[in-house]
């Protein structure tokens, strides 16, 4: 099979070509054929971790020599890959998992080899954000890719409030050490309603999607340590414009039960706000014992 060399350009020039290949996020099955007969023709592979990679590559009896380019390196080695493409080798650049680039090293040398005119060819394949949005069951015609929010509450709750209006779907990834204060943190930021999908363990053997609100999700965690375990992406409904008009009528009742409460016993109150605002008794009566208990 022909992998390389459909790329016009590539005929008129003396330059390799650097290639992006997407590997396995869990099964091993899932390294397309076209990237395995790839992986076996170029001359060298730069990979995120090469004792991580090397496993893939028994895997499939590819012998090809690995070297590493990582998030510490990659501009130095980027410079080093260059002087090869130029010299006419071909490259491929894996990562430890998924698609390079995406949360993953690799921009710096896309970036040079366009700036060198090096051509640069796509292999896709496996990507945790796109998996895990294409079973979440939440919208995904319009979606931002936000990637790991920041590690510091301050920082966090600065990004989450920039994304506070956005309509579309937000696609996160985050660790299972984190997912809970993160979580904590949206429920904050977007209030505890937005439908979200806590996507994990894809591909793998306790492959799991998790449904609901975003506090129906934080109550599952804490309750099933099992679902903190393993990889995670974490996708959430963008802001609609009825759960601004649902937040808006939720103000009006709020205000309403708290000058009720004031003047009567709590039944009273949440039969006269249910009546005006038409709202059923029983979420104006969980409202009502919120409000009560802050109050208090
Ligand atoms: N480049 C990769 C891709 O294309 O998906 C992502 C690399 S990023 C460093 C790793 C993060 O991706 C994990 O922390 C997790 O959020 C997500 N991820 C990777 N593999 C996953 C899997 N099998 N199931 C769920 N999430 C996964």
């Not at 079973?135 to 319009?142: F, Q, V, Y």
Request: with cysteine; proline share 4%.
């Amino acid at each position: 099979m022909q992998v390389f060399l459909w790329a016009k350009e590539k005929e008129l020039s003396d330059f390799g070509t650097l290639f992006i290949v997407a590997t396995p996020i869990g099964h091993l099955g899932d390294l397309s054929f076209r990237a395995k007969t790839l992986l076996t023709e170029v001359s060298q592979i730069a990979a995120e971790d090469t004792r991580h990679s090397q496993r893939l590559l028994n895997h499939y009896g590819i012998h090809t020599p690995l070297f590493s380019l990582h998030a510490h390196n990659e501009h130095e080695r980027s410079d080093q890959v260059i002087e090869l493409l130029k010299q006419g080798q071909n490259i491929a650049l894996i990562t430890d998992a998924g698609t390079p680039l995406i949360s993953d090293p690799g921009y710096p040398l896309v970036a040079r080899c366009h700036k060198e005119e090096i051509l640069v060819v796509s292999i896709p394949g496996p990507c945790a954000a796109i998996a895990a949005l294409s079973i979440s069951g939440i919208p995904c015609s319009r979606f931002s890719f936000e990637g790991f929010l920041p590690a510091k509450t301050a920082a966090r709750e600065n990004e989450l409030s920039r994304l506070k209006e956005d309509e579309r779907t937000l696609v996160f990834y985050v660790s299972p050490h984190r997912v809970v204060d993160e979580l904590n943190d949206m429920i904050k930021v977007f209030g505890q309603d937005r439908l979200a999908a806590l996507v994990r363990e894809l591909t793998k053997q306790f492959e799991t999607v998790l449904r609901g609100n975003l506090s129906d999700i934080l109550k599952r965690l804490e309750t099933d340590p099992n679902q903190l375990r393993g990889e995670m992406v974490l996708i959430i409904s963008g802001l609609s414009k009825t759960s601004v008009m649902a937040d808006n009528k939720q103000q009006e009742i709020e205000k309403m039960l708290r000058i009720l409460l004031d003047e009567c016993p709590l039944k009273q109150a949440v039969k006269i706000a249910a009546d005006i605002s038409g709202e059923k008794k029983n979420a104006v009566y969980a409202m009502a014992l919120r409000l009560k208990k802050s109050i208090e």
